[in-house]
């Protein structure tokens, strides 16, 4: 069966998904996730290995829970090879355990319950999430709604830290982007007989949770339960989830709208759909103890928390004798690309494009060293161990020894051409600084420029308010110095605005009264400028009122009928003041009828003094 790697690309892990992980506590623990940068094909630093943030958002963190290493151990799997729904399998496995039924993680039970398949088609696997975990076809389990696919996820990817070989007992494979997938006879391995025994009063309290009417527990209230709290199951801790004790082991629950949202984003829940805040059955924690006697120790091979590497430990011996070794995933040369590749979401094993796999018949016990080997040629066909087998095996695990001599030889020189471009890295290093430098210089520059815009926009609003004596105050300010500047500013522009808009309506309403007879400039300046003339206008008012004011006396004698000596009458610097307010108490009547036919009813007023005349 050929394998067919996806093409990698430049991860694409968005603001959203940081959020995310900052909110389910990832930040807090230093050198913990480290993110790409440029690199399009991953290149893990020393101690760290490939995944993905839908990995992390299912349950995985590292340091790497120690089931989940013995896991990939046996089964010769790398951690980019897992779906995130086979993550989530796992995750809600160790949580049913430790939180359910009050035992570590089981490998036994695990073996009765779940097998391994790949994921694609009949004659391809696909490198990046070619494996998929299945719950088998004859065991009642729990409904995990996955989602038919997960969207984009490969695009997401980024490097976990991984302890060194001397503190942890099984070291997860370092990262091998073209690892060709081997299937292993642990992938379907079935319970023993003894194995089943010891896990029956396990499969029971299943079946009760499962199906006890009004306190049915479902996959994703598991999955619920340790996203709120804010626990990995996934990760190595020093106590199992039976002892957490709420506010003391985290600060506090996930809020529960970020809660409704991871939980539709890793299920097919619809928006229709409630999701589940809590479990119908408690689970058990440092308020809800195990009942006195639950937990079995570990010394009990079939029933206890080992994991499936410390199961094949127990063996090594017996193994060592039988020249068997557990082979590594060699990488073929060639890659092949994709076009379409889908994510298993199901929970069975009987998936259209799962690959069927006929269980050994004949065989009580479970032998990771032996069973564990890959089937070249026919891996269905079930062949007698005996001493041939054994000289076969021996045979093939040669060819492997040569052929990985030949990628150590192939190794060696794309060392060598690696520290060839060195220069090249150390030259990319020196442009990122500089551009760094640049960029804090310009942010630099940048800020210094907004402090001059302030202090300008400032004293502007300070002049306005010595000038008009009226200073305003923001009703919502935006707690940004140079917005909220700007908006002063604004107010004060309007203000002066509308002043202008009143000068201009007064003084054109002013204009007819100081120039007659003459045409009102367009502009506002214009206007302005007529009324800021050095020439008083005061006196040319009154001289033009008095000739409206003589020219009206002229047609009301003319009108009486009466005889005046005009001439007289010009002389204005000799006529006395008696005879001119006589004058004008003669031209009254007649001023009163011409105002009245005009429409004015004018009030009275007292006579007019002798006016001034230039």
């Not at 975990?133 to 490969?154: A, T």
Request: net charge neutral; hydrophobic share 35%; aromatic share 8%.
């Amino acid at each position: 069966m050929a394998t067919e790697d996806l093409e990698w690309e430049r991860s694409k892990i968005s603001n959203q998904d940081m959020n995310l992980l900052k909110k389910l506590g990832f930040t807090k623990k230093e050198n913990a996730l480290r993110f790409p940068k440029e690199e399009s094909y991953p290149s893990p630093p020393i101690e760290y290995r490939v995944s993905f943030v839908d990995h992390l958002i299912r349950g995985l963190s590292p340091l790497i829970h120690e089931f989940l290493r013995g896991l990939l151990f046996v089964d010769g799997l790398q951690l980019h090879q897992l779906t995130p729904n086979s993550i989530l399998h796992i995750s809600i496995f160790i949580t049913l355990c430790e939180c359910f039924l009050g035992v570590h993680p089981n490998w036994a039970l695990w073996k009765r319950i779940f097998c391994v398949r790949r994921n694609g088609s009949h004659n391809v696997t696909y490198n990046i999430d070619g494996v998929v975990i299945c719950v088998r076809s004859d065991v009642e389990y729990f409904d995990v709604k996955f989602p038919d696919s997960v969207q984009g996820w490969r695009k997401r990817w980024l490097y976990v830290h991984e302890e060194s070989p001397d503190s942890v007992e099984y070291k997860i494979a370092p990262f091998d982007g073209g690892a060709k997938i081997l299937r292993r006879r642990s992938w379907d391995v079935e319970a023993t007989e003894e194995e089943k025994l010891a896990t029956e009063a396990l499969m029971t309290r299943i079946h009760e949770l499962h199906n006890t009417r009004g306190k049915e527990l479902s996959g994703i209230q598991i999955t619920a339960y340790f996203l709120r709290i804010r626990v990995q199951p996934l990760q190595a801790r020093k106590n199992p989830l039976w002892m957490y004790a709420g506010e003391e082991d985290v600060d506090k629950d996930l809020p529960v709208k970020d809660l409704e949202k991871l939980i539709r984003r890793i299920s097919s829940l619809s928006k229709k759909d409630t999701i589940p805040f809590s479990c119908r059955v408690e689970p058990y924690s440092g308020i809800n103890a195990l009942p006195e006697g639950t937990s079995r120790p570990e010394s009990e091979v079939a029933g206890s928390h080992k994991s499936a590497a410390s199961s094949e430990k127990e063996v090594e011996s017996e193994a060592t004798t039988s020249t068997h070794s557990l082979p590594s995933a060699i990488s073929p040369s060639n890659k092949r690309k994709r076009d379409k590749v889908a994510d298993s979401g199901t929970s069975k094993a009987g998936a259209s494009h799962a690959e069927e796999v006929v269980p050994t018949e004949g065989r009580t016990t479970f032998n990771p060293y032996e069973d564990a080997l890959v089937s070249s040629g026919d891996e269905d066909e079930d062949l007698p161990i005996d001493a041939t087998a054994r000289t076969k095996n021996l045979a093939e695990a040669n060819k492997r020894v040569d052929s990985l001599a030949l990628k150590l030889e192939q190794s060696k020189k794309a060392r060598k051409k690696a520290e060839a471009n060195a220069a090249a890295v150390e030259d990319l290093r020196k442009r990122l600084r500089d551009a760094e430098a640049s960029l804090s210089e310009n942010i630099t520059q940048q800020s210094s420029r907004e402090e001059d815009i302030i202090a300008r926009l400032e004293s502007h609003s300070r002049r306005f308010v010595r000038r008009t004596q009226q200073d305003y105050d923001l009703e919502n300010p935006e707690g940004d110095r140079l917005l909220d500047a700007l908006s002063l500013l604004e107010i004060h522009g309007d203000e002066a605005r509308q002043g202008l808009t009143d000068a201009r309506i007064v003084l054109s309403r002013l204009f007819p009264f100081y120039f007659v007879k003459k045409e009102e400039p367009e502009t506002f300046t214009a206007l302005a400028k007529c009324f800021r003339s050095k020439e008083n206008l005061g006196p040319s008012l009154r001289q033009e009122g008095l000739k409206i004011g003589v020219e009206g006396t002229i047609a009301l004698v003319a009108d009486s009928q009466q005889n005046v000596h005009w001439a007289k009458v010009g002389d204005v610097k000799e006529m006395e003041t008696n005879k001119w307010q006589s004058l004008i108490r003669a031209a009254k009547p007649n001023s009163k009828k011409i105002l009245a036919f005009l429409g004015f009813n004018p009030t009275p007023a007292p006579s007019s003094s002798k006016p001034e005349v230039k």
